[in-house]
Structures are given as structure tokens and as C-alpha cells.
């Protein structure tokens, strides 16, 4: 084993929680990877603490204003790069073999491109690259021959359930814990708080994704992730709720066989598998012992409760420019309600707003795309102010 070749990895987004999980996952196996690059927006004192420990050869500020004080730090001598550019430069960072994508948001759609071409493995945790993005994402993977790994939990599972069968996949079951609110009324939604909305029964993540599992818009992000990821029609995309997260996702084949993919949930297993496929390592994730777990639970979702995951379907069926529209109108709209400026049955409300008066390019190219994502964060922002906040 130790005969083998180190792999050498750059982690963007190095200071939230999928980032951090991948450094101890690297941690736990110095023998085979190196931490070559981190890459953060403004968390700077952490990313020093980071550079400290694994001694990185580069470090990445997505904001520019930190860059001077990167630079500057006595306690690295890596080279500093900085904004969107410095990410794309870490990402195809020429001594590099896998690039794991784990900043949030639309940000991540040029440093996976820019990795991809470069025919590094991407090991991509960001599901708004894929959601905005996919057909030229997974385009790109194509023609550079560079492995696209998912490390999203449920996508890790299908990817894992349906290796070498593509051909006899009927349809895939994209499990859901159903979030914090999955038995409350609609009236009480309505009145779902900040701090309630960021307790998340059985997943620790960063706040973005916490909001987004409890609308469900998470689910529907994965749907079109999962689209993309897998070539799979959305008439053959169906979402259950699992209550335990136990079963991380599922695959039915012709035959009527299902697969599925078990697991504590833990983080660590979906990204390590993402660094060590097509071979398994020993996990530091917490043992699941089958005897205690008893039973396992499966409901639909109620989409008139959660209509966000209907948005999403409804997004990714009509296609070009619109999933680009509804992850963009969505993140400004999550952000507005961690800001306290609107509710939080508010976030689908103003999602559908702007998804209904954009106006669709159905084949876009990238810049095409990039565009829509500033029209739709402008658009949330004026739609926005015509809500009264309940
Ligand atoms: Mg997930």
C-alpha cells in the first residue's frame, strides 16, 4: 500500500463543513493523500490554522480583500492566489490528481470547468455547478475524459448502486430525510424561525444547505443533480422520504431488483469513497449496528407543504436557462431569510416569482447561463421587496 502514489488534492472551499470533513478524512490517511491546496472566501484565520497543520504548496482567498493578509501571514509560505481566478487556478493546479469542489453556491461553476479541462478527478460536493450548469459541466467531463465523482450523499449512493448496469436502470429513488418540518402544518411553517430552521435532525452542514434541506429545495437540487450526474429522464426521478437517512439513495433496475446504498450518515464516507474510487479505505464514521436501528420508514413528499421540490422539477423539465434561475433566485432568497427579511415559506414563494418572469434560452452556453444567474439574483432582490414579511 505504501508503495503506491500519494494523491494530491486541492480542496476549494477548505473552511465549511464538507471541506474540513475532507482534510480529516485526509488526515486519517497521510499514507495515500497530500494536501497540496485550500481554497476559502474570507475565513482566513482558519485557513491559516489549516495551512499550519498540512502545509499546503497554495492557498486560494476567494475575496480579495483578505489577500493581503494571506500573503503577508508569517505562518505559511504558500503562493497566495486570490478571486474567482485564483479558484480556477487551484482547481487545475498542475501537480494536482483530484480537486474536491466544496465551496457553496453558483460560485463553483467555473473552478469545476476550469479542473475538468486541466483532466483532474472532481470530487463535486457543490450541487449548484451541476444544477446551473450540467449539460456543459458533464459535457466537459466527456471530452477531457475527467472523472466527475459525486460526493452528495444520495448522488455517492446511486453512483455506487448502478456502477456497470447503467443499461438495465428503470429508475432511480432519491431518498430524503424530509427535514426538520416534515409533520408541520402549513400554518405553521409560516412561522418557522431562523434558529429552528438551522437545527437539522440528522445532518450537521453549513446554513445555506440546512435551509434548503428543510424547504426541500435541497431534495430538488439533487433532482436535477441527479439528471445530469446519471443521464436519467425526471419522469424516472422519484423523491421518498427515508425519516432515518440510513438508506442514502436507491436504484431499481428492469427486473424489478432494487439496490441500495446503507450507511450511518456521516459525510466522510461519500467524500473519501469520492478520493480512494474505485477502492475502499477504513472510515473513521461512526459503526451502524443494524440491530438497534429496528425500522426503517418510507413516505412521498407533500409537495403543497414543500412546494419548492416541485419547483425544482418543474425547473429542470423546462430546462436551458431555468434551473440556473431557480438555484440563483433560491440562494438570495435562503440568504434573505437567514437576514431575517423574509419568512420562510416566503423562499419557494419568491423562487416561483422569478421563475415566472424570466425569460427562457433553451440552449445557453455559459456566459448565457452566467447572465440568467445575475438577472435572477437582481430580479429576487427587487421581487423581494413586494413581499410583506408575515
Ligand atoms: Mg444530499
Known sequence: MSLEKKMKVV????????????LDVI???????ELLGIAARDEVSLMLEQARKYKPTVIAVGDASCYKEMK??????????????????LAAWPAADIAVIAVSGAIGIKPTLSALKAGKRVALANKETLVAAGDIVMEQAQQYKSALIPVDSEHSAIFQCIKGEERYLKRIWLTASGGPFKDWEKKQLEGVTVERALQHPTWA?????????????????????????FGINYDRINVVVQRESIIHSLVEFLDGSFLGHLGSHDMRIPIQYALTYPQRLASSAAELDLTLLGALHFEAPDLLRFPALGLAFQAGQTGGTMPAVL????????????NREIGFTQIAILVEKVMEAHDLVSKPDLDCILRADTWARQRSQDLSKLLVRS
Not at 488526515?27 to 495515500?32: A, N
Not at 452542514?205 to 450526474?229: F, Q, R, Y
Not at 438555484?327 to 437567514?338: G, H, T, Y
Open 327 to 338: 438555484n440563483a433566485a433560491n440562494e438570495v432568497a435562503v440568504n434573505k431569510f437567514l
Open 27 to 33: 488526515d486519517k490517511h497521510r499514507d495515500r493523500f
Open 205 to 229: 452542514m453549513g446554513p445555506k444547505i440546512t435551509v434548503d434541506s428543510a424547504t426541500l429545495m435541497n431534495k430538488g437540487l439533487e433532482v436535477i443533480e441527479a439528471h445530469h450526474l
Open 11 to 22: 480542496v476549494l472551499g477548505s473552511t465549511g463543513s464538507i471541506g474540513v470533513q475532507t
Open 72 to 89: 503577508n501571514s508569517a505562518a505559511t509560505d504558500a503562493v497566495v492566489l486570490s478571486g474567482l481566478e485564483g479558484l480556477c487556478e
